[in-house]
Structures are given as C-alpha cells and as structure tokens.
C-alpha cells in the first residue's frame, strides 16, 4: 500500500476532514481544520445551534470575546454560544467541530 500525500494550502479554507469539496474523509460527523490567519484578520460573531466547537492555539495570540488565548490554550465553544476571533499576530489554530454540521453557522450582528 502507498502513503497518500496531500497538501493543507489545497484545501478549503484549512478545513481537510468534513462535508465539503475537498475532503480527505467525507462525513457529517466531524470536521477537522488546520487554520491559518495573518494579524489583525478577524472572523465576525457567530454562532452554531448543533456543533461543538475546539480551537487549539497551536501558535500565536487571538482574541475571542475580549478574552486573549496563546499557544497550547483549548477553546471549547458550546452550541449557542455566540464569539468573534481577531489574530492579535500570526496565527494557527487547530480546530474541530462535532458533528460537522453544514449550514450550522449563524452570523451575530
């Protein structure tokens, strides 16, 4: 058997395990991403009514709801909590979401 190899940068937005083209594992029960951000990029306040969400801090500092996280910190947002993202420098995040639920994304105003 042949070890397949497959590159991060060809993914959608980082996210390389969930219900989207491309996926290396095609599923509904989870989505897996590897996240990158420059500072000062930002992701406005949402909200997911089904899935669970984990960020790990791999490096760099965000700010999330005004609270700063730095690297090896996890973030557990559970559904119908409502948070932003700001990179306060360069950023990766690790981030999964149980279960990968489409359209499970609601913008906050």
């Known amino acids: 058997m042949v070890v397949e190899k497959y590159n ?3 993914m959608f937005k980082g996210w ?3 219900n989207f083209e491309p996926s290396l594992y095609k599923t509904n029960e989870v ?3 590897v996240k990158k951000y420059k500072k000062g990029e930002f992701e406005n306040p949402h909200f997911h009514k ?3 969400e984990f960020t790990v801090i791999v490096n760099g500092i965000v700010e999330m709801n005004g ?3 730095g690297e090896n910190e996890i973030i557990k947002i559970v559904p119908g909590v409502t948070t932003n993202f ?3 420098t360069d950023v990766i995040t690790v981030v999964v979401k149980l279960p990968g639920a ?3 994304k609601y913008e906050q105003d």
Do not use: P, R, S
Request: proline content about 0%; aromatic content about 10%; overall charge negative.
């Open 50 to 52: 089904i899935a669970t």
């Open 16 to 18: 390389f395990i969930g």
């Open 8 to 10: 991060l940068d060809e």
């Open 102 to 104: 489409n359209n499970d």
């Open 31 to 33: 989505e897996v991403g």
């Open 67 to 69: 609270i700063q996280y």
């Open 86 to 88: 700001k990179a306060l």
